[in-house]
């Protein structure tokens, strides 16, 4: 199973980002999906995650300026970043809790990151 993320890069205070992760390989089902980040010095932190029927969860520093969404039928998660600030700099990681088989637990699995950079 592989998680490949897209969409980081540089932007300018204020300015906006769409992030993309696809899963692939052999996956029988994908519960709760997420973004999460890592800036230099800190902790990874949960930035906002999705579970399968569509129950939502924020980061309070992201509630209002950040959106998840999700195509199950791509096995595909989303975050729209808006107003995006210097501290939104960081490592963004894709996350999903998948199920390769009928009757396996799930195991949680990670992108390789992507580096989002918020500065003038």
């Known amino acids: 199973v592989q998680l490949v993320e897209s969409g980081g890069g540089l932007v300018q205070p204020g300015g906006s980002l769409r992030l993309s992760c696809a899963a692939s390989g052999s996956i029988f089902s994908i519960n709760a999906m997420g973004w999460y980040r890592q800036a230099p010095g800190k902790q990874r932190e949960l930035v906002a995650r999705?579970?399968?029927?569509?129950?939502?969860l924020y980061a309070d520093s992201v509630k209002g300026r950040f959106s998840i969404s999700r195509d199950n039928a791509k096995d595909t998660v989303y975050l729209q970043m808006n107003s995006l600030k210097p501290d939104d700099t960081a490592v963004y990681y894709c996350?999903?809790?998948?199920?390769?088989?009928?009757?396996?637990?799930?195991?949680?699995?990670w992108g390789q990151g992507t580096q989002v950079t918020v500065s003038s």
């Open positions: 999705i579970t399968s029927g569509g129950s939502i």
């Open positions: 996350n999903a809790d998948i199920r390769t088989a009928w009757g396996t637990r799930e195991s949680a699995y």
